[in-house]
């Protein structure tokens, strides 16, 4: 089902959270809200399920407005950040719970909670409590709770968020397909761009309640919209100062324009290679798995990082203490100005 | 944000219940609360004369010293007593832990009969306190029991689950820091427990203040003698002087109220 | 050791000694006069007035402290704090201190009384009196047990419910209700409890009316001031029998509530 909000507004007290947010997911897609924590985005989704009222704005699902319906009356799945699982119902009665609510038949209640426990991989499991499984396997089960009752739009809370590194990893793959296989749209919230990249059709970010950029993951990493964006969107290098002719202190930049500015520069976009008329000393080298991580210091002062892959001819010559060159090949810069809630970032 | 946000829910504001509660704890509490002191209020000359007579301020005297005695007995054998329950495994503690628990579930009346049985004029015990030349019914002897009784779960039950909380490594710190038992108990121990022994002892003054059954069959209420706070009231509603027993009861329940607000002042901190 | 023996031979001799002179008492003249004393006409009557205003109170409070721990619970409006210390009141407020609040309040010789009793409507001096009586008193114990882990629980539950199109009412039955189950009843038994055992307010409030409004505790102190501890102590022994069931049941429940949470 496809789904529209114009113009959302929530404030708690005189605190605004969501702040004029407007967007449109089409049916079928499965769309990330992403943003640092406190920024409105789980806000934005409990609106849309009729959990929390907006103070003003329009949320549409299917082409009909629904503000005036109450969350039962619907029809969204919803997948809560801690499970909330009924503590007193096993797998089977949690699971069957949205479809003994709709008056299912017994038969079908029992068919659908058996095809729901064998996409989920819990075959077996259907008489245990909540408290009996496993953070992956619950999270598992409200994923199927959600599902049974078949809604056409799925919202999923930091569905991630309580469960450990490697079962995440193994859960996104898992929603994606599930994703597929059931036609159902989806908007999930993280704050983790990693999962949020791996996972969507399409990323929103959301920043202090409001929605800084909506695109696919490339049009993010590659076109951010604005410097939020921009610093939010990998490992970055912030650079402030004067540009002059291309160059901000002992730095040639490949940007336009001139003046004070935040010049962004991403972890990837830079090379350095030993040179004794270098610019930079290099003053710590990390490996991180496949990649390594490179610290210097320039000349006049500022710190700089830079990932290499592990085995790249660039890191001949490279540990600490070396003396070094560097070429920026790709950058972003935007007039200075100090980002709403950030600290200056020292570079 | 997201806690913020979970103030509104399905069940969130259910405007019936709500005013179902307010309408009940106004009719239950605060109204016969309100009649009290209208009642005392519109009469107050006749009610304070009534108070002030050498009974009446006999019989609060009494009270308080009761409360003081109670509340010096329970401390030191509260405080005991708790960590001999929380901290020390032996054969009968649950046992143990079940007899602190009755008094809160004995009738009043009921304690003083036990012990009426215990030192009255055919009681068990009666040999020992005559040898001794003790007299314990109808005496403040029989008074100091009754309410020492009926207080002694307050501070065992709040100090305890305290302890319980807190565990023993502070205390195993003070021992390798070289602190004598003594020294531990005195600087780890007692500041630990200190918001349980305050609410414990609270609650104890606040009963013994209050009790009742107990010392009206064993103290007998004689007036100017073993006349308590409640007795008295008791004994001035038996004699139709309404103003006394209303003045003495809005005394014990604004002493009740203090104590309350003195432990919300303190829970706050 | 020292510590154990001490306290030990202390609640023994404070505790232990009076429950079991009131047992020998009650026995001594041998069962059936223990039975007889308990099935005297008016024996009798008290001690069914109080099991049967006491299952009242518990009814009541069972239901309207549930309501209180979730209003306190949910309740996000200033007022709180006051609701909160108002339910603790009682708590401190001697009960036969409550007694005559109610006398105070629906005596026959206040306007509220005597409005009321023009319309035959008796409350001081009355059941209707007692029953108020034992809901002041008991109002905070099914409170105090349901709030802790209405507190615990996850209010996303109910969300979830509600997603899925639960009404209001089957998220209360189905969802809210089960888990505090355990807390409610261990509550509801303390109130049952601790009303047989009330004297002070009923005291006050009663009027003491063989038959009609004599409770248990009132009945054995008129016959300990009557000079017949026999029949006193053997009335005292059904209730004390009741208090050795009732307590292990509502710690057992207290103890399951409190297992109920993750």
Redesign the interface.
């Given at each position: 089902m496809g789904i529209r909000v114009q113009g959302l507004v929530k404030r708690y007290g005189t605190v605004p959270v969501v702040q004029d947010v407007s967007f449109e997911v089409r049916t079928g897609e499965l769309v990330a809200l992403l943003g640092p924590s406190g920024g409105g985005k789980s806000t934005i989704l409990r609106i849309i399920a009729g959990l929390d009222p907006a103070d003003d704005g329009e949320v549409w699902l299917d082409g009909a407005r629904v503000d005036a319906l109450h969350a039962r009356e619907r029809q969204v799945g919803f997948v809560f950040q801690h499970y909330a699982l009924f503590r007193h119902m096993t797998v089977e009665q949690n699971i069957a719970f949205g479809l003994r609510v709709q008056g299912a038949s017994k038969e079908h209640q029992r068919r659908r909670v058996d095809d729901l426990l064998n996409i989920i991989g819990l075959r077996g499991l259907g008489d245990r409590l909540p408290a009996e499984l496993s953070g992956g396997q619950r999270q598992r089960v409200a994923l199927a709770r959600a599902l049974a009752p078949e809604p056409k739009l799925l919202l999923l809370d930091e569905p991630f968020g309580a469960v450990d590194a490697k079962v995440r990893e193994e859960l996104r793959r898992w929603l994606r397909r599930l994703h597929d296989e059931v036609h159902t749209t989806s908007i999930f919230v993280t704050h983790d761009q990693e999962e949020a990249f791996a996972v969507s059709d399409r990323v929103m970010i959301i920043q202090q309640g409001r929605l800084e950029q909506a695109g696919t993951p490339l049009e993010i990493l590659d076109a951010p919209a604005t410097e939020f964006v921009a610093r939010f969107v990998g490992d970055v290098n912030v650079l402030a100062g004067d540009v002059v002719d291309g160059r901000l202190g002992l730095l040639a930049l490949p940007v336009a324009g001139s003046g004070p500015m935040h010049v962004i520069v991403r972890s990837y976009d830079l090379k350095f290679w030993r040179a004794d008329d270098g610019v930079a000393v290099v003053q710590r080298v990390t490996p991180l798995g496949d990649r390594v991580r490179v610290e210097a210091i320039l000349d006049d002062g500022a710190a700089i990082f830079a990932q290499f892959p592990r085995r790249s001819s660039l890191l001949t010559g490279i540990g600490a203490g070396a003396r070094i060159a560097i070429e920026v090949t790709h950058a972003r810069a935007w007039p200075a100005r100090a980002l709403p809630g950030e600290h200056k970032c020292p570079s | 944000?997201?806690d913020?946000?979970?103030?509104?829910?399905?069940?969130?504001i259910?405007v019936p219940?709500?005013a179902?509660?307010l309408v009940?704890?106004v009719g239950?509490?605060?109204?016969?609360?309100l009649?009290?002191c209208a009642?005392v209020l519109s009469n107050l000359p006749e009610v304070v004369g009534q108070l002030t007579t050498p009974e009446a301020l006999h019989a609060m005297g009494l009270s308080l010293v009761l409360a003081a005695i109670a509340l010096g007995i329970n401390l030191v054998?509260g405080i005991?007593?708790a960590?001999?329950l929380v901290r020390?495994q032996?054969y009968?503690r649950s046992l143990?832990d079940?007899?602190?628990?009755?008094?809160l579930?004995?009738?009043?009346?009921?304690?003083?009969?036990?012990?009426?049985?215990?030192f009255?004029r055919t009681?068990?015990?009666r040999p020992v306190i005559d040898a001794l030349g003790l007299k314990v019914t109808f005496a403040f002897p029989g008074l100091v029991?009754a309410t020492?009784?009926v207080t002694?779960p307050f501070i065992v039950r709040e100090v305890g689950l305290i302890l319980k909380v807190q565990g023993t490594s502070e205390e195993q710190a003070a021992a390798t820091l070289g602190a004598s038992p003594w020294q531990t108990f005195w600087l780890v121990t007692i500041p630990n427990i200190r918001q349980g022994l305050e609410l414990g002892a609270?609650?104890t003054v606040?009963r013994a203040?209050?009790?009742?059954?107990a010392v009206?069959?064993l103290g007998g209420a004689i007036s100017g003698e073993t006349q308590t706070a409640?007795t008295f009231?008791?004994a001035s509603?038996e004699e139709r002087q309404?103003p006394a027993?209303?003045g003495m009861?809005m005394l014990?329940?604004a002493a009740?109220?203090g104590?309350?607000?003195f432990l919300?002042s303190r829970r706050r901190r | 050791m020292l510590l154990r023996l001490g306290f030990g031979t202390y609640v023994s001799a404070l505790v232990a000694a009076p429950v079991l002179a009131i047992l020998y008492e009650a026995f001594a003249g041998g069962l059936p006069a223990c039975i007889a004393a308990i099935t005297d006409p008016v024996a009798k009557d008290a001690l069914l007035l109080s099991l049967g205003l006491s299952a009242v109170a518990a009814v009541i409070n069972g239901v309207m402290g549930t309501a209180i721990a979730w209003g306190l619970v949910r309740w996000a409006l200033p007022g709180r704090k006051l609701l909160s210390a108002l339910v603790d009141l009682p708590l401190a407020i001697p009960t036969l201190v409550a007694g005559i609040l109610l006398v105070a309040l629906y005596g026959p010789q206040t306007g509220l009384g005597r409005v009321l009793g023009g319309w035959h409507m008796d409350i001081a001096f009355a059941t209707p009196g007692i029953v108020l009586a034992l809901l002041f008193v008991t109002l905070p114990f099914v409170v105090r047990v349901v709030e802790p882990v209405l507190a615990e629980l996850d209010p996303a539950e109910e969300e979830a419910a509600t997603t899925m199109g639960a009404s209001r009412w089957l998220t209360f039955r189905s969802v809210l209700l089960p888990p505090i189950v355990p807390a409610i009843a261990a509550g509801t038994v303390q109130v049952f409890a601790r009303s047989v055992a009330e004297f002070g307010s009923i005291a006050a409030v009663s009027g003491n009316i063989p038959h009609h409004t004599l409770t248990a505790p009132v009945y054995i102190l008129g016959e300990v001031e009557g000079g017949s501890p026999g029949s006193a102590a053997a009335v005292s022994a059904v209730l004390l029998v009741l208090t050795l069931i009732l307590q292990p049941v509502s710690r057992g429940l207290v103890q399951a509530a409190g297992s109920r949470r993750v």
């Open positions: - | 944000m997201s913020t946000a979970r103030r509104s829910r399905p069940l969130g259910a219940v709500i179902c509660v009940y704890l239950v509490l605060v109204v016969p609360l009649a009290l009642t054998a005991a007593g960590i001999v020390q032996f009968g143990l079940a007899l602190v628990e009755m008094p579930a004995l009738s009043p009346v009921m304690v003083g009969l036990g012990f009426f049985l215990l009255g009681g068990w015990a029991l020492t009784f002694l609270t609650l606040a203040l209050g009790e009742f059954g009206l069959v409640t009231i008791h509603m309404e027993a209303y009861a014990l329940a009740a109220a104590l309350l607000a919300q | -």
